[in-house]
């Protein structure tokens, strides 16, 4: 009924730069919280930005300055700016949708993950 998908991702040369997307659609009444996480192998999934519908945003510390999280409203799109990329950065980044369907309740959805590869 409500679909999450990421795209953008891909192989990136270290210092370089990538902007991540993440639709939502469907029946959808509302869109609270978006926000990106992301898994390295081995590792737990940790939160990398997030930003509310008044466009409060929150950033991990070792993405701050680097990385930029915007929303399109209208669209029920999240974006990440990835910009001065590390191999530290090399993960699965999923989109994480907060909101509430036309139809029935609220919803909390993922998306299914894009790679993004830093080289060193």
């Known amino acids: 009924q409500v679909q999450v998908v990421e795209s953008g991702g891909g192989l990136v040369k270290t210092g370089g730069s990538r902007r991540l997307s993440c639709a939502a659609s469907?029946?959808?009444?509302?869109?609270?919280?978006m926000g990106w996480y992301r898994q390295a192998p081995g590792k737990q999934r940790e939160l990398v930005a997030t930003?509310?519908?008044?466009?409060?945003?929150n950033y991990a510390d070792s993405v701050k300055g680097r990385f930029t999280v915007s929303r399109d409203n209208a669209k029920n799109t999240v974006y990440l700016q990835m910009n001065s990329l590390k191999p530290e950065d090399t993960a699965v980044y999923s989109c994480?949708?907060?909101?509430?369907?036309?139809?029935?309740?609220?919803?909390?959805?993922w998306g299914q993950g894009t790679q993004v590869t830093v080289s060193s």
């Open positions: 994480n949708v907060n909101g509430r369907y036309s139809d029935y309740g609220p919803f909390r959805l």
């Open positions: 469907g029946s959808i009444f509302m869109i609270n919280t």
């Open positions: 930003i509310t519908s008044d466009g409060g945003t």
